[in-house]
C-alpha cells in the first residue's frame, strides 16, 4: 500500500481506491434528529406486519361491525326479494338498511379518523334519503284516486239563444 492513502475496500481484489489520510467521507444525517409526529392513537403495524388491528376499544368495534353487518344485509335483503319476485327489484327495506349502515359506518369512520372511509360514507345518506322520497312520492300518486277533471261550461254570453 502506499504511503499516499489506504484501500477503501479493504481485501476487494477488482478495484482500489486511495484516500488521503485526511479526507473523510461525509456522514449521513443521524436517525431521530427528525422531528417525529405525535401519536393520537394505538400504533400502526410495521411493514411487514401482516396482523389485523385490533387495537380499538370492543365496543367501537362492536359498531364498526354493526354498520358493516346491517351494510351486508342490505345486499342479502335484495337478493332474497329478487329471487321470490323473478325480476331485479330493489325493496324498501334496502334504502333504510343502506342508510343505517352508512350512518353507523360513518360515525365509525369519523372515531378512526380515517378521511378516505369519512368522504366515502358521508354523501350516501342524502342518495339514500332521496331516493326514499322518489319513492313515497310514486306509492303516494299510486294510492290516490285520479279525479276527472271538471267539465268547463261555456260562458253565459257566449250562450246563444
Given at each position: 500500500?502506499?504511503?499516499?492513502?489506504?484501500?477503501?475496500?479493504?481485501?476487494?481484489?477488482?478495484?482500489?481506491?486511495?484516500?488521503?489520510?485526511?479526507?473523510?467521507?461525509?456522514?449521513?444525517?443521524?436517525?431521530?434528529?427528525?422531528?417525529?409526529?405525535?401519536?393520537?392513537?394505538?400504533?400502526?403495524?410495521?411493514?411487514?406486519?401482516?396482523?389485523?388491528?385490533?387495537?380499538?376499544?370492543?365496543?367501537?368495534?362492536?359498531?364498526?361491525?354493526?354498520?358493516?353487518?346491517?351494510?351486508?344485509?342490505?345486499?342479502?335483503?335484495?337478493?332474497w326479494?329478487?329471487?321470490?319476485?323473478?325480476?331485479?327489484?330493489?325493496?324498501?327495506?334496502?334504502?333504510?338498511?343502506?342508510?343505517?349502515?352508512?350512518?353507523?359506518?360513518?360515525i365509525?369512520?369519523?372515531?378512526?379518523?380515517?378521511?378516505?372511509?369519512?368522504?366515502?360514507?358521508?354523501?350516501?345518506?342524502?342518495?339514500?334519503?332521496?331516493?326514499?322520497?322518489?319513492?313515497?312520492?310514486?306509492?303516494?300518486?299510486?294510492?290516490?284516486?285520479?279525479?276527472?277533471?271538471p267539465?268547463?261550461?261555456?260562458?253565459?254570453?257566449?250562450?246563444?239563444?
Amino acid at each position: 500500500m502506499s504511503e499516499l492513502g489506504r484501500s477503501y475496500h479493504e481485501g476487494c481484489a477488482t478495484e482500489r481506491v486511495f484516500w488521503p489520510k485526511t479526507a473523510r467521507l461525509p456522514r449521513p444525517p443521524a436517525f431521530g434528529k427528525f422531528p417525529q409526529p405525535a401519536r393520537t392513537s394505538a400504533p400502526k403495524p410495521a411493514r411487514g406486519d401482516n396482523k389485523l388491528d385490533w387495537g380499538d376499544t370492543w365496543y367501537w368495534l362492536a359498531i364498526g361491525l354493526l354498520g358493516q353487518a346491517a351494510f351486508f344485509l342490505r345486499f342479502l335483503v335484495q337478493w332474497w326479494e329478487s329471487e321470490r319476485r323473478g325480476e331485479s327489484v330493489i325493496p324498501l327495506s334496502f334504502w333504510y338498511l343502506s342508510i343505517f349502515g352508512s350512518a353507523v359506518l360513518l360515525i365509525y369512520a369519523i372515531h378512526r379518523r380515517e378521511p378516505v372511509f369519512i368522504l366515502a360514507y358521508l354523501p350516501n345518506a342524502f342518495v339514500y334519503a332521496r331516493n326514499l322520497a322518489l319513492l313515497r312520492r310514486k306509492q303516494r300518486e299510486r294510492e290516490e284516486p285520479k279525479a276527472e277533471p271538471p267539465a268547463i261550461e261555456p260562458l253565459p254570453s257566449a250562450r246563444r239563444s
